[in-house]
Nanobody
Framework: QVQLVEAGGGLVQAGGSLILSCTAS????????MGWFRQAPGKEREFVAY????????YYVALAKGRFTISIDNPKNTVTLQLNNLKPDDTAVYYC?????????????????WGQGTQVTVSS
């Protein structure tokens, strides 16, 4: 069983930055691949970023490329998502997710563990 706790959300003006963190309560954090998703009001949860277990491979949704960065810190059981040049359309609840076996990292259904989410609000 893995528990994930996100932190770092908040209110920021357009063009600003935030760092989201997600800490996992497991002794085998390095066994899990990690993803970040987001869900805006009235919309489905969507993929944002993914990192493999050791942090050597990462992937992003097109709108995140060049603005968001996912990082893994295995000794600290933490995955972070750096959000730069934020836009009002980035407003959503951001969730981290984990699983030991992922076939398609873009799919919500491929992740067995989820955090409670952290709100990011970007004002224009």
């Amino acid at each position: 069983q893995v528990q994930l706790v996100e932190a770092g959300g908040g209110l920021v003006q357009a063009g600003g930055s935030l760092i989201l963190s997600c800490t996992a309560s497991t002794r085998s954090f390095s066994s899990y691949a990690m993803g970040w998703f987001r869900q805006a009001p009235g919309k489905e949860r969507e993929f944002v970023a993914y990192s493999n277990r050791v942090g050597s491979g990462s992937y992003y949704v097109a709108l995140a490329k060049g603005r968001f960065t996912i990082s893994i810190d295995n000794p600290k059981n933490t995955v972070t998502l750096q959000l730069n040049n934020l836009k009002p359309d980035d407003t959503a609840v951001y969730y981290c997710a984990a699983d030991a076996r992922i076939r398609d990292f873009r799919l919500v259904s491929n992740y067995g563990y989820w955090g409670q989410g952290t709100q990011v609000t970007v004002s224009s």
